[in-house]
């Protein structure tokens, strides 16, 4: 028996491989397809099922496109109402791979169709769960992105989340393994630990929403208390997931197309684009196209791409690192962002050759920093509460990246003020959203509070924290 998981840090994401006796089945793939494919070849196996806990909501899955190139049946859980064959599983229905079992286990409550899958060894031992959304490293699913999708309250679905990890999974042995759908990073948790794979014993142990003595009151208080509202990507990857999307290799085709300086410009104006900047922060603020938003690619790309344009629909034109073209288009696929133009051919250096516009952002460092806060200057803190809660310069802004389009008012246009996150990369994405939005006076300090730290500027700690 193989178990693999596959990984994908941007997203926090993991897809599950497992194989048996020349058979394979893998749980939850994302939209590009082909590392399961050449796993499976590797070993000249046949995938005989694709299994899905849920429909996901963050990210668009690929069991479409690997249905279509495999034959092998999608499955999903019980309530599940796909527009496109599949099997729906009743609760405790069995499947082989092999000499092994995979038995779903239908456990609502994050969503009403999600389903946790039982993998049993050749011997019929449990193995280990794959636990979707339902259950978490440190945490479990939020309750509340379903709501929309139905006639429940998140207090009702959390209640009903309550009754699934009580009633499926934790009756369940100690030593079996939990390989979770999302780890640290994903917005579809709050509290997730940095691990990806662990047992279901130590999360009894450390997982607060698996203690004893909880009542369900106390869970569904816990499990809503801090959560944000949901990226607004959310909702479309989810009807996505459900409904039915256009094959990679066709938004491949479509959206990786070189276009002239001239080329990209007409297309802008022509469509109103979002001009998308995946190039790093430094080289963004020693020239970009006016207007143009910056997302590095080297960073947690896709989830800000969702968040921060949110209309999976609206046209997107590229300036990328030389030769990370396809990899761009990719990315941006998996949260289903598949109306991408084309882009920029030569680069911002065929732009400015060209003589056309292009605009800078001010960097300062934290030492430089410290005189300007000393001389009382405006600085605003694009970090999450919960990092702005365990150290931040006193009397900031805190403005967090992900609501940063909801509080453009916040910001004084007419005088310098000074943004900072951890260590950049977010500081720069919400300068460059700013700037777009017509708020050109914003200053980015160069490494963040990871700079600020090292210099002797006043800080407010807090002695009791709390993660995300």
Known sequence: MIVEQIYTGCLAQGAYYIESNGEAAVIDPLREVEPYLQRARKNNAIIKYIFET???????????????????????????????????????QTFRIGDVTITALHTPGHTMESTTYLLRDANGKDHAIFSGDTLFLGDVGRPDLAQKQGKMTQEQLAETLFDSLRNKIMPLADDITVYPAHGAGSACGKKMMKETVDTLGNQKKVNYALRDDMTKEEFVKEVIDGLGPPPQYFPENVQLNRLGY????????????????????????????????????DDFAKAHIPNAIFIGIDGGFAPWVGTLIGDTKHPILLITPDGREKETITRLSRVGFDNTLGFLEGGINAWVKQGKAVEQIENISAQELKVRVDNGAAIVDVRKQSEYSSVHIPQVMLVPLDEINQNLKRFDNNKPFYLHCAGGYRSMIALSILKNRGIHTGINVLGGMKSIKETDISLQQSSCTTTS
């Open 54 to 92: 849920h429909f996901h909501a963050d990210f668009v899955s690929g069991h479409l496109t690997l249905s279509n190139k495999t034959k092998a049946p999608i499955i999903f859980g019980p309530l599940a109402d796909p527009n496109f064959d599949v099997i729906i599983a009743k609760d405790g």
């Open 246 to 281: 256009e094959d990679i290799d066709v938004i491949l085709e479509t959206g990786n197309k070189p276009l002239s300086p001239d080329a990209f410009e007409d297309a802008a104006t022509r469509t109103g684009a979002v001009v998308l900047d995946v190039r790093n922060a």
